[in-house]
C-alpha cells in the first residue's frame, strides 16, 4: 500500500511539475547597436547602402560600404522619434531624422545635408 501511495504522489507531482507552461518572456528590445538599411536621394525610393551604429552615450557612427566609420556625431531618441547628425569624413553636415517601430525593430525618415541635399532612409537593428 505505501509503493502505491509514493508511486501516486510521485506521478502526480511529476504531472503537476510537466503541466506547468512556462511562458517565453522575450528581452526587452535594445535600442543601441548595428543598424542597417538603405538611402535615397531626392523622392527616389531608398537603394543605397545605409549602416550605422549607435553607441552608449548617444554616439552615432556612419559605416560606410568597406565596413569603415565614415562619419561620427550624436543620437537621440524621445519616445519613438529619432533624431542624428553627424560629420563626414568630408567635411559634410549630415541630419537624419524619423520613426520608431519597436515591433518591426525598423527606422525610416528623411534625411538633409548642409548643402540642402535631402532624401529618405530605412534600417532595421540587426
Known amino acids: 500500500m505505501k509503493a502505491l501511495q509514493l508511486g501516486l504522489l510521485l ?3 511529476a504531472a503537476t ?4 507552461k512556462k511562458e517565453k518572456i522575450d528581452p526587452p ?3 543601441e547597436g548595428s543598424w542597417s538599411g538603405k538611402l535615397g536621394s531626392g523622392s527616389q525610393a531608398p537603394d543605397g547602402q545605409f549602416s550605422m551604429n549607435l553607441k552608449a552615450g548617444n554616439v552615432f557612427e556612419r559605416i560606410n560600404n ?19 547628425s553627424y560629420l563626414t569624413t568630408g ?6 531624422s ?3 517601430d519597436p515591433a518591426t525593430k525598423k ?6 545635408n548642409n548643402y540642402g541635399v535631402t532624401g529618405k532612409w530605412h534600417a532595421t537593428h540587426e
Open 91 to 96: 567635411g559634410v553636415t549630415v541630419y537624419l
Open 66 to 84: 568597406s565596413g569603415n566609420v565614415s562619419g561620427t556625431g550624436n543620437w537621440a531618441l524621445v519616445q519613438n522619434e529619432f533624431a542624428a
Open 29 to 31: 528590445f535594445v535600442f
Open 107 to 112: 527606422l525610416s525618415g528623411t534625411w538633409s
Open 11 to 13: 506521478f502526480f507531482s
Open 98 to 100: 524619423g520613426d520608431l
Open 17 to 20: 511539475f510537466v503541466s506547468c
